[in-house]
């Protein structure tokens, strides 16, 4: 996995985590760079289509290993947390689905990309949740 630089918004203060979701919005972005572009042209769709399937590939294994990483540290909301994960994940696979289906009209791609907005404002908001949580409970 390369290494990125992270936003300060996006950063919760885990450097393991955040270097995960410093890749991970990294692909989030390429994604979003393929897909805002004209896709009328095969070209176009399938380097979306590849995105979005690194994209998907990057959110499972992130999410595990975030799942296994607070659970382990006794986090304790895990259920809302997995079904967070459950559900943003689902988003994407229907993305995907949409992409493979309409393969020429790119209206639906392009009217749900804010699926992409919701990956990003789970770090902000979900993610550093559980990171609250632990320094609370390291200071204590
Ligand atoms: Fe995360
Ligand atoms: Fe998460």
Same mark, same amino acid.
């Given at each position: 996995m390369k290494s990125y630089?992270?936003?300060?918004?996006?950063?919760?203060?885990?450097?393991?985590?955040?270097a995960q979701?410093a890749y991970?919005?990294?692909?989030?972005?390429?994604?979003?760079?393929?897909?805002?572009?004209?896709?009328?042209?095969?070209?176009?769709?399938?380097?979306?289509?590849?995105?979005?399937?690194? /994209?998907? #590939?990057y959110?499972?294994e %992130?999410?595990?290993?975030?799942?296994? *990483?607070?659970?382990? &540290?006794?986090?304790?909301?895990?259920?809302?947390?997995?079904?967070?994960?459950?559900?943003?994940?689902?988003?994407?696979?229907?993305?995907?689905?949409?992409?493979?289906?309409?393969?020429?009209?790119?209206?639906?791609?392009?009217?749900?990309?804010?699926?992409?907005?919701? /990956?990003? #404002?789970?770090?902000?908001? %979900?993610?550093?949740?559980?990171?609250? *949580?632990?320094?609370? &409970?390291?200071?204590?």
């Amino acid at each position: 996995m390369k290494s990125y630089p992270i936003e300060g918004k996006y950063r919760i203060g885990i450097e393991e985590m955040d270097a995960q979701h410093a890749y991970w919005i990294h692909l989030i972005e390429e994604f979003r760079r393929t897909a805002s572009g004209h896709l009328i042209d095969g070209q176009g769709l399938s380097a979306a289509k590849h995105a979005l399937g690194q /994209l998907l #590939e990057y959110t499972r294994e %992130h999410f595990r290993s975030e799942e296994i *990483f607070i659970e382990a &540290r006794g986090y304790p909301h895990m259920d809302a947390h997995r079904r967070q994960h459950a559900e943003l994940e689902a988003e994407v696979v229907k993305l995907l689905d949409e992409i493979v289906a309409h393969k020429t009209n790119t209206t639906p791609l392009k009217l749900n990309l804010f699926v992409t907005v919701w /990956l990003m #404002e789970h770090i902000m908001e %979900h993610d550093k949740d559980y990171a609250r *949580f632990l320094r609370e &409970r390291a200071a204590a």
